[in-house]
């Protein structure tokens, strides 16, 4: 079966079952300060998983694009990636746990015509504050599973949410395909990692709210929310030992050879195949309509660290020229029939490669400086410093099978643990800020944010009056204390600019305006000149938010009823955020 087989069965499954298909939402998330990327299918939905009326009814199907960089040290193994399509399917306070799990049941073994045999699953096991969802393990027996494959765990195993603080949350119950490997113990299980178990499909069961004295009530909407990964189902109905036999990768692995030389081996496996996975990432991101390009911050630093680990990587091959702009696009080639905007941006993402491949070049260069000048100070015998071989790393990406190298040549040592424990500390720290971005939680829909989310279009079009109609949002982030936005400009904005934008958002706060929603089909929402930040993402229905006399935009939700509820709105500051793109960060009172 090839990718495309998978993605229209997938869909049409689901459609003859009453689901809608929307189309993939963009890699960045709008609105959302705890997640860099989209992760999950749920990052876009989560206004109407929390009440709002999706246009395109309550029953839903989507491929989302998603990329995660947790599990960025496992790329390389048989199943973990960075960019991946995420099937799913949705109820929004329709069906739920019969209907779910029946409908997956049917799918895996009837469409896909894996063996029962072959899966496994997992379901919660209940604490003092949440029952044991014994239903979800009567479902799975009464399709035709047996006891001995049903696995019960706990929260850190099979439980969603909430993303936040408080809001929707509950159980799972995850699929697994027994990849045929012996048992490696008598715990061993789908929580195991020793292989045997992948996993291959969640169904999250969103019925229970966690209030703010940490006791769970349940909702009245009960949710269903599903992913299945792509290339992994599809290395499964196969018959193949690893994703990056698929399609999906063996072109991008030829390609890589054919420009290094190098045969694709077992001993440089790893090597290719964290090169395909990051350069695929590396392209989605680049061609993604919000257009974010290598930075020091954020999305653009990861986008950085996957080129540059590439970069590496091709020099570990042996190649010192720049063949990452040839890799990309045989990906464009690829995907571009199924993601029409990696077509539309492809000289936006050569682009932005090859001035990321001179610039690290450079730094590169200025590290083999650097690390000359440290080895110069050594006798043979020596060892150089745990901390000044992180530093290399650190500061100037100089890997450290580099430093191991260049002190071979000299006969000298490198402290090899104490920069393993700088390194650790480093990797630590960066979980600990990405733990704590998530804090702030994907259901923050508090009554201070959906006000910041409502200024956001007041915003943008005191920007398109002051500065012309080409300004268009590149993306935005809000979170309870202040919205930051960014459009697309090539020049700082001037004092008076910024006066008079700042004006125009409170003259419309000041005037009391109602903010009004209606459901359109996207072709009367352009006749009316509605602003669709990235048209690609809609589906047949969409919602206009409309503030009479300022704004009208294809958006989701959720808003404040009435701009003077905004009290006042304050920019604190204006930045450039990347190449021909310009930030702001402003407030409300």
């Given at each position: ?22 189309n ?26 929390l ?37 799913g ?68 195993e ?17 699929i ?97 195949r ?25 999305q653009?630093y ?15 091959l ?30 936006f ?60 040549e000299?006969?000298?040592n ?37 006000k ?58 000041e ?61 604190l500051k ?16």
């Amino acid at each position: 079966m090839k990718a495309n087989e998978l993605r229209k069965m997938y869909v049409e499954f689901f459609e003859k079952r009453g689901h809608k298909e929307i189309n993939s939402a963009s890699l960045l998330p709008d609105n959302d300060p705890s997640v860099l990327f989209t992760t999950a299918g749920m990052h876009p939905l989560v206004p109407y998983l929390l009440g709002e009326k999706h246009p395109q009814g309550k029953r839903l199907v989507d491929i989302q694009k998603c990329v995660r960089t947790c599990d960025i040290d496992e790329v390389g193994d048989d199943t973990h990636l960075t960019f991946f399509e995420m099937l799913g399917n949705w109820s929004l306070g329709d069906y739920f746990k019969e209907e779910s799990i029946t409908m997956s049941y049917l799918f895996l073994t009837e469409y896909l015509n894996i063996p029962v045999e072959r899966l496994a699953v997992t379901v919660f096991e209940g604490n003092s504050l949440v029952p044991r969802d014994t239903e979800s393990a009567e479902i799975w027996i009464r399709n035709g599973l047996k006891k001995e494959q049903i696995y019960f765990y706990g929260r850190d195993e099979n439980w969603w949410g909430p993303a936040g603080k408080t809001g929707p949350c509950g159980p799972d119950t995850e699929i697994f395909y027994d990849m045929g490997k012996e048992k490696c113990g008598e715990n061993c299980g789908p929580a195991c990692s020793c292989g045997k178990y992948v996993e291959i499909w969640n169904n999250v069961f969103m019925e229970y709210n966690k209030n703010e004295d940490g006791t769970y009530s349940e909702l009245l909407q009960k949710n269903v929310d599903t992913g299945m990964g792509l290339e992994r189902v599809l290395t499964i109905f196969n018959g193949y030992k690893n994703v990056y036999e698929t399609e999906l990768f063996q072109p991008i692995i030829e390609k890589i050879e054919s420009l290094t030389g190098v045969n694709y081996t077992e001993e440089n496996k790893n090597t290719f195949r964290i090169i395909s996975d990051h350069m695929r990432a590396s392209t989605f991101i680049l061609g993604d309509p919000k257009g974010v390009t290598p930075s020091n911050s954020e999305q653009g630093y990861i986008l950085r660290r996957l080129i540059r680990r590439t970069i590496r990587l091709v020099k570990k091959l042996g190649v010192n020229s720049n063949i990452i702009c040839s890799i990309a696009e045989v990906i464009i080639e690829n995907y571009g029939e199924i993601y029409s905007e990696l077509v539309k941006n492809k000289s936006f993402v050569l682009e932005q490669l090859e001035k990321e491949y001179l610039l690290f070049s450079k730094t590169l260069d200025s590290g083999l400086k650097m690390a000359e000048r440290y080895f110069s100070k050594l006798e043979e015998g020596n060892s150089l410093s745990g901390d000044l071989a992180f530093k290399l790393y650190d500061t100037f990406g100089f890997p450290i099978e580099f430093t191991v190298e260049l002190a071979s040549e000299r006969k000298i040592n490198v402290d090899i643990p104490v920069f393993e424990e700088k390194f650790r500390e480093h990797q630590e720290k960066s979980r600990k800020g990405a733990a704590e971005k998530f804090k702030g939680g994907l259901a923050d829909n508090s009554e201070r944010t959906t006000k910041l989310h409502t200024a956001t279009h007041l915003l943008n079009a005191a920007l398109r009056k002051v500065l012309g109609n080409t300004v268009y949002q590149r993306g935005s982030n809000i979170n309870s204390e202040r919205l930051r936005f960014d459009f697309s400009f090539d020049r700082k904005l001037t004092k008076d600019e910024l006066e008079q934008v700042e004006k125009i958002v409170n003259e419309a706060i000041e005037k009391g305006i109602d903010v009004m929603c209606t459901e359109e089909t996207l072709e009367e929402a352009k006749a009316e000149e509605a602003i669709g930040v990235f048209e690609s993402k809609y589906g047949e229905i969409v919602k206009v938010y409309a503030i009479p006399g300022y704004s009208k935009e294809i958006c989701g939700g959720p808003h404040a009823s009435n701009t003077e509820e905004l009290k006042s709105f304050k920019i604190l500051k204006e930045e450039s955020s990347s190449s021909g793109v310009r930030r702001i960060k402003a407030t409300i009172g």
